[in-house]
Structures are given as structure tokens and as C-alpha cells.
């Protein structure tokens, strides 16, 4: 069920300031939301996340000179659902144009964080249906698309492919397989991981990014090769190839999946750790190095990749780059941004909950509580599902969204819930087995 929440809260702990097309949610400076429980608002969150049924009649996706091509998708469970990403797009004034397209789009990562949550809730059913819809949108040569139309409208934009997208996805139906020891998707898995081996660059041994591309927002080009690595992919992949080989021992052994996630770790550090700073660096192209620094490739979900790998020193430094080098204040609230130097002016929520996360793992409980406590409070002010920025900017909208809400859950059942790690679990060399699901 979702929760709806006035646009102008009655108590006056939300404040929306407006000009022209803009808008921004302004952190209280006192009140309830100034503090806020983040057990309750947790448990208020969960309860917003929105999936519906998906049965379309007929799937399709545009292909070359804009022409519709049919996607003949795999059997569908009659239960089926698809997650609705931005689930109340009306909900700000101040969106960009044609945002409301998004209102009945399911972004594929998304399916995947939220078939992960209800996973480690033991909710087999619900993130059964979820999967069922991932399983029959996987394409035959093992990918997924990018997102689809929840809706009657069929749409799906299978040929926009990235290694991340498809990495989660095996990573939620490795963690399912796991958890409920049920291999109803071992084949899935096996040919999600067996396209993510195929990407495998041979000079550096990192995975190249993907297909396809949007040249504006009415021209897309299938044909374009993405053969460049991102490192955010390749943090992706890592925890997909640990989960996969524990979920799988046949999978495991065909791909040799322990000695390829060594080897990305090799990769990895040869190619986009730059010690000198105690961060990792953007991607790279080729032999041409992106130093950019990203929110989360740099620091945060790098954290928890650090972490994983046993370089706890590592996980520090990252966090302490991020705060030096991504801190900003957005309308009162202490956020990172998502690129050094680079706009938009505005708080990466979604990468940004990974830092109490880490710093959990690190041992530094009541720092902690601490990083979480901006997030609570974001929910109570703006209400649930969190937005994903405060302000509207371009790729980062200031409305409710799935995504920063599902990594909310992880951090507060955690940080606060005193839960055993579940998201990015993994640690290198460490399986896990059948006594210790």
C-alpha cells in the first residue's frame, strides 16, 4: 500500500520553496522531522514501495531508424509484478519537462533492489513475482534492458544495456537462489553471468560498460558498443560473481567464478585505484584513464567494496575522500554530490545511504546512527518513498523514487535493527553454506 502525503503537511514540516520551474525541500531546522525515529520511518518506507501486475500483451522496444521491434519475452509466473521506480511523480511541483512519462516506468535495477529487500525479509512469494518478470525480460544472449512500462503500454528498451544493470540482476537471483535454496533460475543466472564474462576486456581484465545508447530523446542507436569499463561496474560485478558462485557450484565451476572475481580485484587495482588519494577513479577507456571522481565509484559504494575485499584502510580513505571532495549543503541538508566539481548542485541520496552502511562495517556504530539520521529525517519532511534529491535537477529528480528507499531499508535494519549484513554481504574467499543462509 502506498502512503500518501499532503503537499503541504498541516503541522508545516515540510517546506517546498518554488520559482519558475523550480523546486527544493528545505531540511527543518526544529520539530519532528528534525530528529526523526528512523525505525518508524523505515517501517513507513517499506510499506511505500508500489509494484503492480505486469502481463502485457505485447512487448516491444525501438530499434534502427526509430522502427518498433517485437521482444518475445519468457514465460511469465500469472502473478508476475514489475516495481514502480518513481511512484508519485505529481507529488513536487517543478518537474522537468516530460518527467511524468516516468510515472508507469520500472528501471531494471530497481526491480532488483526491491526483489533483494523482500528477499532478506524472507518474503519468498513477493520476490518471486518480481524475479519472474526479470527472469522472462532477460534477453537471449543473457543481458537485460535498461527499464520497461509497467503499464498496458509494452515498451521496453531491451537493447540499452549496461554491465551494472545486468550484475544486480544476477545478484538478485543469486541472493533468492541462496536464501530459499531454490534453483528454479539456475539457468538464468547462468547465462547473466556467462554475458558478463563475454565482456571481459583482455588487455585489462575489467568489464566493458554495454550496448546501446540514446542519442537524444528521440533517436536511440542499438548498435553502439559501450567499450569502456566504469568502475561502479565493476564493484557490481564483483559482489554478482561472489553471490553467483555461492548460489551455484555449477554455475561456479563452469565460469571459474572464484578465480574471475580475483582477478577483477586485480583489475581493479591496477587500473582505477589511485593510491596517491585513497580513491578510485571514474573508468577507464581504451588506455585513457577518466579521473573523475564519482559518488559512488570513488567512495561510497567503493566503501562497502573495500570492505568485502578486506582492505578496511582503503574503506576509511574512500569515505574520507567523498566528505572532502563531494560535501555539499543543499537547502540545509549535509550531502554528497554526485561528481566532484561537476553540477548538479544537489544530494545523491541514493549513493549517499551506503556511508552509514559502510562505516557500520567498519565498526563505527554510533557513527552510524549518525550518517543515517539525515535520511529519517528526509522521509518525515518530504515523506515516503525518499526523494532522490532535494532539488530538481538533471538525472537526479526531486521526487519519490524506489531506489534510495530500498538502500534506506538495508542501512536502517542494520545501522539500527542490529541485522546481520545482508546487502553486498559477501566477503572474498568467504563462502557461504547451506548452515549459514
Known amino acids: 500500500m502506498t502512503q500518501k502525503w499532503p503537499r503541504a503537511l498541516a503541522w508545516g514540516l515540510l517546506v517546498v520553496l518554488t520559482s519558475g520551474c523550480s523546486a527544493a525541500l528545505v531540511r527543518p531546522d526544529e520539530g519532528e522531522c528534525r530528529g526523526a525515529d528512523v525505525a518508524t520511518w523505515a ?198 560473481f561472489q553471490a553467483a558462485q555461492q548460489a551455484d557450484p555449477a554455475v561456479a565451476s563452469r565460469w571459474q567464478l572464484a578465480r574471475a572475481a580475483q582477478a577483477l580485484v586485480a583489475a581493479v587495482d591496477a587500473f582505477l585505484w589511485r593510491a596517491e588519494e585513497g580513491r578510485y577513479v571514474q573508468g577507464i577507456a ?58 548538479p548542485d544537489t544530494w545523491f541520496v541514493e549513493a549517499s545511504v551506503a556511508v552509514p552502511l559502510a562505516l557500520s562495517r567498519l565498526g563505527r556504530r554510533q557513527q552510524a546512527l549518525e550518517a543515517l539520521q539525515p535520511f529519517a529525517d528526509l522521509a518525515c519532511a518530504g515523506g515516503v518513498p525518499l526523494v532522490y534529491s532535494p532539488v530538481w535537477a538533471t538525472d537526479f529528480p526531486f521526487s519519490p523514487a524506489t531506489a534510495p528507499t530500498v538502500w534506506f531499508l538495508f542501512a536502517a535494519a542494520e545501522v539500527v535493527g542490529g541485522e546481520a549484513p545482508f546487502l553486498w554481504s559477501e566477503r572474498l574467499n568467504v563462502p557461504i553454506g547451506p548452515a549459514a543462509r
Do not use: C
Not at 570513488?298 to 571532495?325: I, K, M
Open 286 to 343: 581504451g588506455t585513457r584513464i577518466d579521473e573523475g571522481s564519482a559518488l559512488d565509484a570513488s567512495g561510497t559504494w567503493a566503501a562497502l567494496y573495500d570492505v568485502a575485499v578486506g582492505r578496511n584502510v582503503r574503506s576509511d580513505s574512500a569515505l574520507q575522500w567523498v566528505e572532502a571532495h563531494h560535501g555539499i549543503d543543499v537547502q540545509g541538508w549535509a550531502g554528497l554530490r554526485p561528481y566532484e566539481g561537476l553540477p
Open 43 to 240: 517501517k513507513r518506507a517499506a510499506a511505500s514501495l508500489v509494484t503492480r501486475p505486469y502481463r502485457p500483451a505485447v512487448i516491444y522496444d525501438v530499434g534502427r531508424q526509430g522502427l518498433s521491434t517485437v521482444f518475445r519475452a519468457g514465460p511469465l509466473d500469472p502473478d508476475a509484478r514489475a516495481v514502480v521506480s518513481y511512484p508519485d511523480v505529481a507529488r513536487f511541483p517543478g518537474q522537468g519537462p516530460g518527467f511524468d512519462r516516468v510515472q508507469d516506468r520500472s528501471f531494471v535495477y530497481d526491480d532488483a533492489l526491491v526483489a533483494l529487500w523482500l528477499t532478506s525479509r524472507g518474503d519468498r512469494d513477493g520476490a518471486r513475482r518480481i524475479l519472474s518478470t526479470l527472469a522472462a525480460l532477460q534477453r537471449p544472449d543473457g543481458a537485460w534492458g535498461f527499464s520497461f512500462q509497467t503499464g498496458r503500454d509494452g515498451f521496453y528498451n531491451a537493447g540499452y544495456v549496461r554491465a551494472g544493470t545486468v550484475a544486480w540482476v544476477v545478484y538478485a537471483f543469486a541472493r533468492y537462489a541462496s536464501k530459499f535454496d531454490e534453483m528454479r533460475w539456475s539457468s538464468t543466472i547462468d547465462r547473466g553471468v556467462a554475458w558478463l564474462v563475454r565482456q571481459h576486456d583482455p588487455v585489462t581484465g575489467l568489464v566493458s560498460a554495454g550496448l546501446g545508447r540514446w542519442v537524444s530523446s528521440d533517436v536511440f542507436d542499438p548498435d553502439w558498443v559501450g567499450s569502456f569499463a566504469s568502475t561502479e561496474h565493476q564493484l557490481d560485478i564483483w559482489f554478482a
